[in-house]
């Protein structure tokens, strides 16, 4: 790939782990091509930067600006909860944006407000009948019940025993067979699973599309966790939803029969600023 410049400059955030290289593409110097390029290129770990995602933050007639995610394998995403929530700090920071703006997204609008380091999402309004409780899979003889529902990108709740010792490494290949079941599944879907344990608590690991990998943090995930969770009595908004990287909390709002707003809110980290060089890539 051939670089517009002989640098570009990054900076590089976190939102409780889920970690992402965020480049100013308001002049349009990369297309789509490029832009998937490289995400394969710089977010090699080791090699290059190393990230979950790349985004590109682009300009927009309808909103503050328009968000684009491009995952480790290149592949473009919908929407990030945790990468838009990173995006709105970022935007704020550089006086792209006010505190409450509206990004622009494959997935919608997405309206955000900045507060220090933690930022909020309205992440629209889901109907509850549309949520599909108490599915069932069996894999290897096991029975597995999941929750599949969409908010924002299409994702998967598998419900754990909260005595389920088995490690990540244990849950990747289930992660992986739920994924492959296109019939299931047309679209590809994140793979949540989720422990509840007294008083609340909900425990989730994310096995993302796009990543195909487990990441420490899931936003979106983190909203359908909640929302799945909450269907089956198991918890009472606010929710906070613990990741490996860290809280999400997920707040509701009653907007008429069978339908609910949804927040996420969460903290977000500046890991760094720089360059990236063409021999990166």
Known sequence: MTLPESKM???KMQGNGNDFIIIDNRSGAYGDNALKDL????CRRRLSIGADGLMALEGSESAHFRMRL???????????????????RYSFKNKIAPERMTMETLAGPIKAEVEGRYATL?????????????????LSGEN?????????????????DPDDKRSQKDLTPIAIAFQADKERFPLGTNVN?????????????????????FTLSCGTGSVAG??????????????????PGGINTVLTEE????????????LTTIVSEGFFFAESL
Request: hydrophobic fraction near 40%; proline fraction near 4%; glycine fraction near 12%.
């Open 255 to 266: 907007e008429g029969p069978g339908k609910v707003r949804l927040y996420l809110r969460g």
């Open 144 to 160: 597995f019940t999941y929750s599949q529902l969409t908010v924002g990108v299409p994702h998967t709740v598998v419900f754990q």
């Open 193 to 213: 699973f989720l422990k509840a344990r007294g008083a609340g608590e909900l425990f989730l690991q994310t096995y993302e599309r796009g990543v195909n990998d």
């Open 39 to 42: 995400a394969l290129d710089l």
């Open 122 to 138: 309205d992440m629209g309004v889901i109907d509850i009948a549309s949520v599909q409780s108490r599915q069932n899979m069996t």
């Open 226 to 243: 909640a929302v799945a969770a909450w269907t089956e009595g198991l918890v009472t908004p606010p929710v906070e939803v613990r990741n």
């Open 9 to 11: 400059s990054f900076t």
């Open 70 to 88: 491009f995952n480790s394998d290149g592949s473009e995403g919908e929407m990030c909860g945790n990468g838009a929530r990173c995006l709105a």
